[in-house]
């Protein structure tokens, strides 16, 4: 069942502006592209249409149909996989009466026996879209592939979101400068959280992540894991800092960003858990550094503000030697 999947509207989304790389940013100085446009988009261009057991269902679809993406017969009953679904039928219950189920088939029950509630991105992806598919199914309309996709396209689009956790004023200590040493010292601490946890050698997020999807291994995602863990430590390290309370707005902006970027990234990790999380994570990963950006210069028009210069070799030029 060939359909214009999720990823091609995400990777041409990313492939449209240029990305810095979070931490990065730091290290070098300067904006750094995101990657070759032509070489990141051939990794998703793989990935897109990648059929590991050429059932005709592509991987990502299998998650959504509950189908073993290395078994052409899922169910075993003669039937691929992909021509079940093409007709209607289900890939998942023997035939020959193994007629599409309903909705309410699809949905998840607790150890009670009641209905319980969607535990992934990617389950309650499913719930809605095998909802709408089966409303479209039992008013008469017939499916062509244009429609499937853009089914797929409006569910998914609804279900892009990655949580993060939002760190407000009672998450940080303030004080009274009574001057712009007090500020420097702020800067420089700043500075120094983000240098002292920024891994020196790191590899594009995205390209990993593409590159995981192109494979399907573990392996490569597991690539994430010293970058998750830095953002981590850099954000510990960073809530610890005392911030001027006239820089409170731009200080708490910096680190929620922080944050986001954190949780894209381990949405990223677990796309194996949890596939439309990854996709979200993977969709949103550019608006979030891109807010890095803002912030970063909301920060820079602060020190210049209070008439503080930080020289290479200081902890805030980390912040005020960045062109953005």
Do not use: C
């Amino acid at each position: 069942m060939k359909s214009s999947s999720a990823l091609a509207v995400l990777a041409a989304a990313v492939l449209s502006v240029g990305v810095i790389l979070g931490f990065e940013l730091f290290n070098t100085g300067e904006r750094v592209e995101l990657a070759p446009a032509s070489s990141l988009s051939n990794i998703l261009s793989a990935a897109e249409f990648r059929d590991s057991d050429d059932d005709g269902l592509e991987d990502w679809e299998e998650e959504l149909w509950k189908t073993d993406r290395q078994k052409k017969d899922t169910d075993g009953d003669g039937t691929n996989d992909g021509e079940e679904v093409k007709v209607g039928r289900s890939p998942i219950l023997k035939g020959p009466k193994d007629k599409m189920p309903s909705p309410s088939a699809q949905k998840t029950p607790s150890a009670a026996g009641e209905e319980a509630g969607p535990k992934t991105r990617t389950e309650a992806f499913a719930r809605e879209f095998f909802g709408r598919y089966w409303e479209l199914r039992q008013s008469g309309r017939v499916l062509d592939e244009a429609d499937k996709a853009n089914l797929i396209e409006s569910v998914l689009n609804r279900n892009l979101v990655v949580p993060f956790k939002k760190y407000t004023e009672s998450d940080v200590k303030t004080f009274t400068p009574e001057g712009p040493t007090e500020i420097e010292a702020y800067g420089n601490a700043l500075g120094a959280a983000i240098l002292k946890n920024s891994p020196k050698k790191m590899e594009n997020e995205l390209v990993i992540f593409a590159r995981a999807l192109s494979k399907g291994g573990e392996r490569e995602l597991r690539k994430l894991d010293p970058i998750i863990s830095a953002y981590q430590k850099g954000l510990s390290a960073i809530l610890k800092i005392k911030v001027p309370d006239e820089a409170l707005s731009e200080h708490l902006r910096f680190v929620n960003t922080l944050s986001q970027i954190h949780s894209s990234l381990k949405g990223l990790r677990g796309m194996n858990d949890d596939y439309v999380a990854g996709l979200s994570s993977f969709a949103l990963y550019p608006d979030h550094v891109k807010e890095l950006e803002k912030s970063v210069g909301e920060l820079q028009d602060y020190f210049s503000l209070e008439g503080v210069v930080f020289s290479k070799g200081e902890g805030g030029y980390a912040i005020t030697g960045i062109s953005l």
